[in-house]
């Protein structure tokens, strides 16, 4: 079935700059309205981060779990409804909005909000490629500006996170974070960092490169203007740990 989509290339246009491509199957009639949409969000983020990304954005629109599979490398979570490309930070899939609700748990509604997220991510990447997980995920989530996300923490997991020093620790993996609620404190802890340091400060952290070689704690200690262990007991006070 698949073999038989007839993709479409769309470039996609703000005043005389190409600043995207969508690729999509010609008979989803759907697409070329999303990106009336999606040119209003990208200015939002060109606002935010004064920048445009370092490269043309490829967006490709995807019908099947298997093609998502071959992307994630194995079946995705059913959460994951939309990625960047593992090799290159400009190409982005997102589940058509014909089937993004059969193949994850977003609706239909939130296609908007996908697109917007993982493009954020190909601003972060032209900032700094190897940025700490949980400032990019961070802010992408803040972004796409939908899901407002609760601050109920479990205290395993903010337990784990103090333990493995996940703040300023280079070598965590983001699919380790990811089980311990890593979104979720991502979420919040960006939050609490815009609202408390402004957005310069979030740009800042974008900078520090994940990285054993950089300075990292004294990076971060200038940004915060404090000694981590006081900004995480700060941050504490505005999260429900149960
Ligand atoms: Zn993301």
Redesign the pocket.
Known sequence: MESKLKIKKLPIFIGNKKVAYFYFDSNDKKIEKLGESFIKEYEKLYSFFSINPKKLIHLHFLYSLEEMSSYWGGVPPKSLSGMVDNDNQFILYVYSPSVIEKFSSEKKSSIIPVII??TA?TFVSSINLRCFYWIN?GI?QLLESSKVRDNIIKKENWQWFLKNKALSNPKLEWLDQIKHEGYKIAYNLTKYILKKYKKEAIIDLIKIRRESSENIEEKMKKIFKSDLKAFLSDFEKNIKII
């Open positions: 997220h993982e991510h995920e992408c």
